[in-house]
């Protein structure tokens, strides 16, 4: 493979990931090139394709494995399709980025982790909050000693659920909305503190709103105790109105900070009339709206993308690995525990037989055995 | 006692909650008037008295209670009198509106409770959030069905810790910062929903800056469930630097609602010189503030005490209660609890034998054996 | 006439200015009472005194003058009634309370001076800015030295144009947006940089939008230079869609601080199915929306009845008069001659024969003679 | 020279502007790099070249001129030389990215717009506010509709004044804040109501609290009017504590939209230890502050400099060019004439005999004369 030029990308899937993969690598073209997508839905693979100029197709994903000059591929399929596909680009040779929530059990966490160090190639994992640069800010800012000791983070990210149906079937995603946008929360609670040990998990959660669509959660609110003595406070919705929300409180005994991706970044517009976008998820944009503005590179993805394409070629070091995944994996786990249990969760916790995080909270009668 | 005319109040305290009251009365004088003011420490109760124009002054609080035209006393005492007070001026005959918490425990609450009734007088329970008019605003539109169903209802009072020293001082106040504002976060739960039974409390906490001062917690997360499926978070601190901050956010199917009391009613300030006063403590008025303009109007302070001589009176129901108070108390004692235990605690809970709240987190060999 | 006990105060009117003045009596009933009102159209005044339980109704201003008790009658009628009525009430012995703008022309402000002055009676400007808490609080930091010297005071209020027919008018309003509220932010500006002497006036404006239904301006920016060297710029629009905006900025060789009185002051809010009231000219309720709370309260409406009623009681002097509306009547006029003829016109300025302000800007023949 | 690959770029300068040059490119690299950097003073561009990483240093910018290779030069020098070294840089043969304001005179902007178009070389304008991302969201939506026809445009920018000292001397810089910020205001109205001609300008200035420091203006507002009838109203003051500020507002018949790039961007902070940088022009990072994230981008400065590389590569037609410069160059003349006579000037307005655009405002002898 070629160690230097652009590294060479494939993308697997097609939709709302997909494209924000292929956004993002055309919003900073500098180290990465888009050059084959692969999707198995007639149509799909080609739109993505003709919409960033991608020049090959793909509707098996093993073919697009078997391009030889491809260097990295990005994984942007439903949650229980990310550790076999991880598995595959590896064994092909090829550097990984997985999508959050990073797979569905800590096995399946340990063969990727696993498999990628055999097989020599990188396995990233694509939580785009560690780049985005309102939060970076904050991080610096507390790096730099700004709040004194942090003793307390929260991350929230809320809207009124997601597009694809996927997500809603708990079969494929593994779990609601602490799977889905929990992931987020807890990863960033984890890197914002320096990655220290998480040792204990309450978690409360339920389906207030979308039951008649989902067995999965669509509202979770998760505490986390941290060694060294910080709480992570991470709370998530499915039933939140009003467009997509994604905010952070630091708290440190010498400060506070307070940062809003969206309306804390937004222009407050009135319109008769409506106009073409405001804001992910945001249902309108007639009456009051919060429009955001570049909005890719408000969330981080092309500077995540950038970093990927820079560890690839070794100028970097990657920030966000397998390993960071797993710790949010295991947390899945015990938030999804708890809030069946309504204990606190000491870690680590590694109960085994799990096939979806979420059955820690639905199927007590399973996940009790797999307790003794 | 009058029937007629205003009614003629007592003050038993002379410090800061005292003077809340006082000028509370002051700000909306139609209804009521404060006619004397009772404080042991030599030169404090003068000063009130001097301030806000109070004729009688007194030493002794059974003094101010043995005066005939007096028909209702508030309580702006530490924590540990407001039993022992209730009962005293019932026995004398007078209403009795208490500062928050009720006290600091369940069998004082039921004797404030039971005395109260028995003397015909009304105990009335000083939770202004029941009164601030943004929260009323809120609580207003989600009873027009603005926003659905509500399933999660959020309250935080924040600040860097109270002034006087009895706060600090477990013995006399019960408890650290969960004590001293989660009780206003529980009542306001309770009450923005139409006080549907507590369910369940989970909580965390942790002395994180102050342990040099108190053994009293400094942070606070706890999580209600109410019968009918909503859910309460409240959130406190007393190591929030920058000042007060009390914030609700409401979220229903429908739609949500965000109030700040502090920042969000603001005058966004830069000041190179200073000035007289910004908002309660706030360390500062030089560089960035955010003053606020007739901060107790804001907090609800001179509607709260109208209402309760209103209530004196007949001309209005109470709206804030003994009742209220107690079943703050049930859900302090649970918090507590929770935050030892790491279990989510089903109410109803009684413990025997508890003190002060804090000792069912401090203490786990009597709370253990108490819980038996 | 009573001497002490509340100031009996008769309204003549019933619609919107009524309605306002009718509720801040309520809202702080120490010292006033609401005991009559009047208003040709059947019906009108009877639901004013329905809503607001006044016990007096009259379908002729006269017989209310008639009435021997009434101390204090506030004028709630279109602008060009404004003198006649001043006259009147004056002349049967009652303190004037008097909507903004004053009057139509310089003649009839001073003739209103002049008349209350012989009979008397206190000429009260209802200029409600000056008793906005969040305005007084940031001239009270003005005043502490917050700023060091303000060179440029800001006053903004716009909406999408009144409810009342008589508005857009010009023959019965006098003029425009610039008119109808400009007024404040000319007052506004003067009151806080306490009344130096206007000494010139620059201004644009024009028809943007509302053409078909109104000959007055719907847009005006208008910019003051003050004795001593400070600048104020006041700018009003007819045509901002999405509610009522009022907003003040003050800038210092100090300082800066900002007041919103309503984004600034409101619960961002999202509803789906919408709810009461939001907030004064806002036309809908779903979707996102900033609703206010306490609103009369937060203009200062209530706190401006009080301060009347006091004054005619003695215990205060008056805070807004006659004197400060006249000013703002010269500057008006100022204002529409700069506005015609591109010029800073100077001040004192006193065309004769100017029945409109507005025809100074609409009928340049007329107000070129007048100016010779 | 070169007809692909990346533009090769050269910096004559190497304080405050040449920085943001360097830095931009260095942020968006894909199309261009920085190879030389002029500046006399021995130490600033070995300075800048190390800082950046920057190969060749020169002291003498027509050494730079000799180079070859390099295609663009950008000049961040003084506004009395942005002329000459134009024209030197145009009759080398390189394309010109010319700081704003583009020069002193309009006998200069002409000459410049002349002699680039006789070399056959790109006259770039580097007014960023045309790349700012908020800024380009409010244009698109009102492009897409969403205002209806705009009747008013706003544009602020306001700090306490540049580091640098020439911007205090009006002999190098022509002119105070009208000329160095006001620039922006009336380049941003002009394009965002896609080039209307102007046809009047109003003005009001003074030198309100750096009297001891400089001759030029410290505070300006300026009106104008365009073809087809809007409005622009610019404000700007070198008097605003409190760090710097930039913000528009759009007002259509149809809508309105607000955006400001600080405080509207930032992430409210409060720290009691300070921090490493806030935002430009902010004294101080203790207390409460507004830091931004990606300053640079956010302002748009990168994508200002990419987008001259691509025009210089013929993949983009030039967004701001030098008969922007020239227009603005007009109104700036016109508002300094209209802030000494108290006039609405007309456009076209080309007084002869004008060295620097403030005497038109200073100097009454010599521009009445001008004028006739």
Known sequence: MPQQGKVKVGIIGSQ??????????QIMPEEAEVVAVASPTP????????????PRVFHDYRK????DDIEMVTIAAPNYLHARLTVEVANAGKHVVCEKPLCMTLEEADEMIDVCRRQG???LYAEELFFTPKYVQAKKMADEGAFGKVYLVKQSEKHFGPHAPWFWDVERSGGGVFMDMGCHGIAFCYWFLDRPAVQSVQCQMGTYVHGQKTRGEDNSICILEFAGGAVGLVENSWARRGGMDDRIEVYGEGGVTYANLHMGNALPTYSQYGFGYAVEKAPE???????VFEELW?????????????????????????????VVQEVLYAGYESARTGRKVELP??????????DLWLAPERSESARI
């Open 349 to 358: 916790f590694r109960p085994s037989g799990v096939k979806r995080p979420i």
């Open 285 to 291: 944009t007639k009456g009051w709206t919060y429009p």
């Open 121 to 123: 190639v990188l396995l």
């Open 298 to 326: 408000n969330y981080g993805f092309p500077q995540e993308m950038r970093h990927f394409a820079r560890c690839v070629r070794g100028k970097e070091q990657p920030l966000a690995t397998g390993e960071d995944g797993r």
């Open 16 to 25: 709302f990931e997909a494209d924000i993969h292929a956004a993002s690598f």
């Open 43 to 54: 149509g799909h693979p080609e739109a993505l394709a003709q919409k960033y100029g991608i």
């Open 64 to 67: 697009l494995l078997d391009e």
